[in-house]
């Protein structure tokens, strides 16, 4: 690989990792936890600490890393660098109140817990508006060397995640909820703070769902989409291994498959990003389009 690829791609992790956080979304299906794996462990490899959220996911993280969905639910270290929880939105919730109302956490536990979570969650908007607050929470106490990444809802729910603190601003004007939807729309529309990644597959439906969220798309900065599993990036067309699954009728169609796929993101003024599905790939960087 020649110097000026390996330097393009050091480019795109330090444009990346310069952010406090960054959001992971895509279609359901499509790896963005494998991806926000892979950026975690190259941003421990850079000398950062990485802290994953998940919201709501938690099974990949429990086979990748060896812990249960007990320890991930309140946060564990998995490595030197990397931490990682999935957030409930309920237990999320509970914490707002302690934090914001000061209500101590002896009189929480003897409320009628399963009628509040109800309450909660019948609520529209309301689990969206706490993680998003807890997570503004987190950016805003990071250390200088910290990233996060938060593995956020697929993209057919995303725009609404996202939405629900504009909706607060725009209908409460003073109080406690107007001045924490002002921080975190802040921190949303802040490109030196955060940044939408956009996970795809080189497949029809989640290329198709990918193009139309760029197109609506205006709550976070984004730049780059990540084509994630490809079998024939242009750097492997010339090995003999992929010669000879460019031969087989399987491979063929295969092929045609993701240059048809990648074809239609070339129009979006985005940077592409390829992550190889190759048996070299498991520690490899990105590949730029």
Not at 13 to 35: C, D, H, M, N, Q
Not at 68 to 77: E, W
Not at 158 to 174: K, M, N, P, Q, S
Not at 194 to 206: G, Y
Request: proline fraction near 4%.
């Amino acid at each position: 690989m020649s110097r000026g690829d390996k330097k393009a791609r050091m480019t795109v992790y330090e444009a990346l990792f310069s952010k406090k956080i960054l959001f992971i979304t895509g279609k359901g299906g499509v790896g963005k936890s494998t991806v926000v794996v892979h950026l975690a462990k190259a941003a421990e490899a850079r000398g950062r600490r990485v802290h994953i959220f998940s919201l709501g996911q938690s099974g990949f993280y429990e086979d990748t890393f060896g812990v249960k969905a007990s320890q991930l639910k309140h946060g564990v270290l998995v490595s030197n660098r990397i931490s990682a929880q999935v957030l409930e939105t309920y237990a999320t919730f509970l914490e707002y109140v302690h934090l914001k109302m000061k209500i101590p956490k002896a009189i929480l536990s003897l409320l009628n817990q399963k009628w509040l979570e109800q309450v909660f969650l019948a609520i529209p908007g309301l689990p969206a508006s706490v993680l998003l607050g807890k997570l503004w929470h987190e950016v805003d106490g990071r250390p200088q060397d910290g990233v996060i990444l938060v593995e956020a809802p697929p993209i057919g729910q995303v725009e609404a995640f996202f939405g629900i603190y504009r909706r607060l601003h725009e209908l409460f004007r003073l109080g406690p909820l107007h001045s924490d939807a002002v921080s975190v729309l802040k921190m949303l529309q802040d490109e030196t703070i955060s940044e939408m990644v956009l996970v795809t597959l080189l497949d029809e439906l989640p290329v198709d769902e990918t193009l139309s969220y760029i197109k609506h798309h205006r709550d976070v900065c984004l730049r780059y989409v990540i084509c994630n599993r490809v079998l024939f990036p242009d750097v492997l067309a010339g090995s003999p291994a992929a010669k000879s699954l460019k031969n087989h009728p399987l491979g063929t169609y295969l092929l045609g498959r993701e240059q048809r796929n990648l074809k239609k993101l070339q129009h979006v003024a985005l940077e592409k990003l390829l992550l190889v599905d190759h048996p070299k790939s498991a520690t490899s960087e990105f590949l730029t389009v």
